[in-house]
């Protein structure tokens, strides 16, 4: 052990060779504990909303006007103060917009780079020069170092800055410069982004969000259902990718999978309009949309009946073929007399309003036609063969995970299953019982096994793990006794279409259930700490609250899918968590992009404050603070060494 000490000191001795290089470091980090602690940003349930998400992140739910506010209070007009909100959110498309109407674009650069500097300033506050130094654009980094740590008292440098903008604008530089210090803006107002799960189905822009995402200076992902049936569907499930294929076609978004991925799906398409050329689809109509009819529409109704089929088939092949999952009251087409066109369910017959099923032999159900099996071993190929999809997946491999805890938070996207009594629920995952943590663990190991597994056997599990997370039970992302997606399709009856929801959605005002949930994931009740997480869509139009248990749980899913807008009444929840405090913001649907440019109409939102702290919040209270403890310990430790000789120092 003591050799091991040795040896660590010695290592660290590399990093601090002298006693003034760990006496500077320690200094360092000492400050950096007294900084305010970072702006952390949570969404969820973005479900394809590429502009509404984009708009939000740009603003930061609010912080970009909170700052312009801060700095410019009654010295500015509402009118100007949209104007330079629009101005920060959409540089380029704004300075198009201005340059057709304004006379002086001198003056108009001259004044707007004076406004986007303080507001930088204000923006940069809370942080070290080194971590703002490193936020900076490359392109114009000396420049705006200079200009936002600009003291005000300081007259003697005044032309001197002066002079700065000046050449900025007589160069020509004016516009590149304002569209860098504005994505600066952005950059500081949000230190680290959550997002609690969906980002995928719906909206018509995952791909665009993933692409921002990857870009993102700090952000980590919890996985949704709707997230690790596309990660399923990327590792080659054949289940997982007839659902991400459904649920496009269901939605009117197929050109996500062939232009935003470029993959081919004419061959389903020729194969579904051939043998469903004279079937009107009426029960696969697109939902949440208005649009005509149309040869186009016609296909999709077309491909979303097949895949459908498609899908009933091969999930009643992994049904049979993973026993353990026990969800044989889930494979259906055996249960359906195709003579009469009705079906049996818990003993009770219903008809079908559709039977038309020229693909299904009714002595085997679950097989795949020759044809259907060409198509999915062609898919199958082109998911694992997509190189923008496997990027994609591979970023949500690193940056994700089924929960987090963050700062005393917990994050998840579903719900821990309970059962009625409210105690963790046990779970069989391949012969062993979890529950708690403890499932949410291997859960999440089989799904990176389904894409790193050495072992055939352990890669196809995890494969097939990803569909159970997707649809299961008893899986954390869903929490519900069944997925009626076939009810749904071809009963009348309301009541088979009913998924109950797990107890934890009825216990979450049950103090003593979420604290034993904070408990089994490490965090102490006592303490300010909280749930977020998603899923379920809270709507606020018939007075549902987001915040529960007091305040202990946020379930801040209010619907940014366009879809759900109807049913939630707001356009989605999201949370901010800054040094005063946490913050939930409730936004109204958003217009468009180019509303929020050429109307400067930003997306209206209103702010609860959930809890409030007495005293300021900083880095020392936060993760990071804690870890700077530790590296503060060690230096400590090494300094103490050099000053008794146990190590020396390296000149």
């Not at 992140?57 to 410019?72: Q, T, W």
């Not at 674009?105 to 004044?111: A, G, N, P, T």
């Not at 992902?221 to 590792?235: C, E, F, L, R, S």
């Amino acid at each position: 052990m003591k050799n091991m000490e040795n040896r660590y000191l010695d290592r660290l001795s590399d990093l601090y060779p002298t006693i003034a290089a760990a006496s500077t470091e320690i200094i360092n980090l000492q400050a950096i504990l007294n900084l305010p602690k970072g702006t952390e940003h949570f969404l969820t349930d973005v479900h394809g909303e590429d502009e509404a998400f984009s708009h939000v992140l740009r603003n930061g739910s609010g912080a970009v006007r909170s700052k312009i506010e801060d700095v410019f209070g009654n010295t500015m007009s509402v009118k100007d103060k949209k104007a330079l909100a629009t101005l920060i959110y959409y540089p380029k498309a704004k300075m198009e917009q201005v340059k057709r109407t304004e006379s002086n674009m001198d003056d108009w650069y001259r004044v707007n780079l004076y406004r986007l500097i303080e507001v930088s300033k204000r923006a940069a506050s809370k942080y070290t020069r080194s971590k703002v130094r490193k936020s900076l654009p490359k392109d114009f980094s000396y420049v705006i170092e200079e200009l936002i740590t600009e003291k005000a008292e300081v007259s003697d440098k005044e032309s001197y800055y002066n002079e700065i903008i000046s050449t900025i604008i007589r160069i020509g530089r004016a516009e590149e410069f304002i569209a860098a210090i504005s994505e600066l803006i952005q950059r500081l107002v949000v230190d680290h982004l959550h997002i609690v799960g969906d980002i995928y189905d719906r909206g018509p822009g995952p791909h665009l969000i993933m692409d921002k995402l990857l870009k993102y200076h700090s952000v980590d992902i919890q996985w949704g259902n709707h997230d690790v049936v596309w990660m399923g569907a990327a590792a080659g499930q054949l289940g997982c990718i007839a659902n991400v294929i459904r649920i496009c076609a269901r939605y009117g978004n197929l050109d996500i999978i062939e232009d935003g991925y470029g993959i081919n799906l004419l061959p389903l398409a020729t194969f579904a309009m051939r043998m469903y050329k004279d079937d009107p689809c009426t029960c696969f109509k697109l939902k949440g949309t208005d649009r005509p009819e149309s040869d186009e529409m016609q296909m999709n109704l077309r491909i979303h009946k097949a895949i459908s089929i498609i899908q009933f088939k091969v999930e009643g092949q992994i049904i049979e073929r993973q026993k353990g999952f026990h969800l044989e009251n889930r494979a259906l087409l055996h249960k359906i007399d195709y003579q009469k066109g009705t079906i049996n369910l818990e003993g009770k017959e219903y008809k079908l309003l559709d039977t038309n099923f020229p693909t299904i032999d009714p002595k085997n159900p679950y097989k795949l036609t020759s044809e259907e099996d060409e198509i999915m071993d062609r898919l199958v190929h082109a998911f694992v063969g997509c190189e923008k999809l496997q990027e994609h997946m591979r970023f949500l491999l690193a940056k994700g995970g089924l929960y987090k805890v963050y700062n005393n938070n917990l994050l998840y996207h579903g719900c821990v299953p309970l059962d009625a009594k409210g105690n963790l629920k046990e779970v069989e995952i391949f012969g062993k019982k979890y529950r708690g943590k403890a499932l949410y663990d291997v859960l999440e190991s089989y799904v990176r096994k389904g894409f790193f597994a050495l072992d055939p056997k352990e890669r196809e599990d995890g494969k097939d793990t990803m569909w159970y997370i997707w649809l299961h039970p008893d899986s954390p992302l869903f929490g519900k006794n069944k997925m009626a997606t076939f009810e749904r399709y071809f009963l009348a009856e309301k009541e088979t279409h009913v998924e109950k929801k797990n107890p934890y959605y009825t216990l979450l005002e049950n103090e003593t259930v979420v604290d034993n949930i904070m408990i089994e994931f490490g965090l102490d009740p006592k303490e300010d700490t909280h749930i977020v997480n998603g899923h379920v869509p809270v709507k606020r139009k018939d007075g549902e609250s987001p915040i529960k248990c007091n305040g202990k749980v946020m379930v801040i899913d209010g619907g940014f899918s366009r879809a759900y807008q109807k049913e939630t009444g707001i356009a989605g929840y999201t949370l901010v968590y800054n040094s005063y405090g946490l913050l939930l913001v409730a936004h109204e649907p958003f217009e468009s992009t180019e509303a929020a440019i050429k109307k400067e109409n930003d997306i209206h939102s209103e702010t609860v404050v959930v809890t409030r702290v007495n005293e300021r919040r900083l880095v020392g209270d936060t993760d990071a603070g804690r870890k700077l403890k530790e590296q503060i310990k060690d230096l400590e430790w090494l300094l103490a060494s050099y000053r008794n000789g146990q190590i020396i120092e390296k000149l």
